[in-house]
Structures are given as structure tokens and as C-alpha cells.
T-cell receptor, first 112, second 114 residues
Framework: AQKVTQAQTEISVVEKEDVTLDCVYE???????LFWYKQPPSGELVFLIR??????QNEISGRYSWNFQKSTSSFNFTITASQVVDSAVYFC?????????FGQGTRLTINP | DAGVIQSPRHEVTEMGQEVTLRCKLI?????LFWYRQTMMRGLELLIY????????DSGMPEDRFSAKMPNASFSTLKIQPSEPRDSAVYFC????????????FGEGSWLTVV
């Protein structure tokens, strides 16, 4: 069975701090995809990134970066120089045979 | 390009009434998902379709819930009769397999059953 664990339920930091959201997954599939989604207070689910299981290169997009390590089954998300607008719930997700399984989410609050 | 479109965005109904949620897929997508989000259970997959065919409905909570895809671009999720515990945000999402399974979500339908 597939499983995604986001151990951090809530994180609160002060603006401009760096923050890392942890994600650990379990799957028996050899080919799979990992995702991060953002859910701002308005409620929609916004796709941030997809990573396939054969690509372990880290990725950086502006202030966002992702660290994928198959050896530890982790796909962590770092926000550098956080801003108040980054406040949201962030979900890590996993799919093998097209059934997307979500973690419980991490509620991130950036305080001014 | 238009994203996944859901309606209604908000609905308040009385217990026992029938509720129908609607979803229009992104043009060209061939997989359709219905998710439910609650505080207690998080995001749960209810059912998904590939090419209009239901593939996995193991997440549908009970017989009161039913989902259909009458055509390749449209789906409905029906609850009959509705109960207060059905109150949740219902998300529809779609994807195209060739794109590596990226799933795009609608804005959700906020259902309150009183």
C-alpha cells in the first residue's frame, strides 16, 4: 500500500526565516511520482511540483526548493526567506498507478 | 486555458435532500478524480475514472454516494439522501496520463448538510 507521512502538523515561523517541510513516503512501485500541493486560506489546491522516481536531482524554483532522496524515501520542501503569502497548508502526495495519495498536510504560518 | 470547473461552489442543504455536485474536466484530460476533504480525515480519494470508466470506487463511503461520467468531459457526484456527516469540501480533479500523472484540482464544492 502507498502511504505519505508529513510528521509536522503545524509550523510557525517569522517572516524571512527559512523553513523545511518534511515528507516521507512508502510504496512498492518501482515507478512513481511525488508531488507537492499548496492549499492557501481560500481553499483551492495548487500544484507546485512533480518529481518522478528516476529523477533524484534537486530542484529550485525561486524561493522554493525540493530535495528528493530515494535512499530515505523522502521528498522535502524548503522555502527560503519565507513571506506571509506563503502561509498555507502544504500537502505532499504520491502516485503509482494513478491513484494519488496525500499526506495529512502541514499548516505553515508565516508571521510578520 | 480553463482549469477544472466545479459547481456549485457552496451549497447548504437539509438532511435527507439529494445533492448533486458537478465537474467539467480540463480539455484533453482523460482521468477524473473525486476527493473529499474534512478536518478529521484529510483528503480522501472517493473514486476515479479513466476514459469514462470507473477504475476504483473503494473510497466511496456508502451506497448513498454515486458518481457518473456521462461523457468524456463531465462528471457528477450525487449524495442521496444527504446526512450532516457528509459536510465537507468535495474536490474534482483531472489528469492526462501522458503527462506523468500530474493531477489538477478544481476549486472545490463546499457542502454543508444541516
Amino acid at each position: 500500500a502507498q502511504k505519505v507521512t508529513q510528521a509536522q502538523t503545524e509550523i510557525s515561523v517569522v517572516e524571512k526565516e527559512d523553513v523545511t517541510l518534511d515528507c516521507v513516503y512508502e510504496t512498492r512501485d518501482t515507478t512513481y511520482y511525488l508531488f507537492w500541493y499548496k492549499q492557501p486560506p481560500s481553499g483551492e489546491l495548487v500544484f507546485l511540483i512533480r518529481r518522478n522516481s528516476f529523477d533524484e536531482q534537486n530542484e529550485i524554483s525561486g524561493r522554493y526548493s525540493w530535495n528528493f532522496q530515494k535512499s530515505t524515501s523522502s521528498f522535502n520542501f524548503t522555502i527560503t526567506a519565507s513571506q506571509v503569502v506563503d502561509s498555507a497548508v502544504y500537502f505532499c502526495a504520491l502516485t503509482g498507478a494513478q491513484k494519488l495519495v496525500f499526506g495529512q498536510g502541514t499548516r505553515l504560518t508565516i508571521n510578520p | 486555458d480553463a482549469g477544472v470547473i466545479q459547481s456549485p461552489r457552496h451549497e447548504v442543504t437539509e438532511m435527507g435532500q439529494e445533492v448533486t455536485l458537478r465537474c467539467k474536466l480540463i480539455s484533453g484530460h482523460n482521468s477524473l478524480f473525486w476527493y473529499r476533504q474534512t478536518m478529521m480525515r484529510g483528503l480522501e480519494l472517493l473514486i476515479y475514472f479513466n476514459n469514462n470508466v470507473p477504475i476504483d470506487d473503494s473510497g466511496m463511503p456508502e451506497d448513498r454516494f454515486s458518481a457518473k461520467m456521462p461523457n468524456a468531459s463531465f462528471s457528477t457526484l450525487k449524495i442521496q439522501p444527504s446526512e450532516p456527516r457528509d459536510s465537507a469540501v468535495y474536490f474534482c480533479a483531472s489528469s492526462f496520463r501522458a503527462e506523468g500523472n500530474t493531477i489538477y484540482f478544481g476549486e472545490g464544492s463546499w457542502l454543508t448538510v444541516v
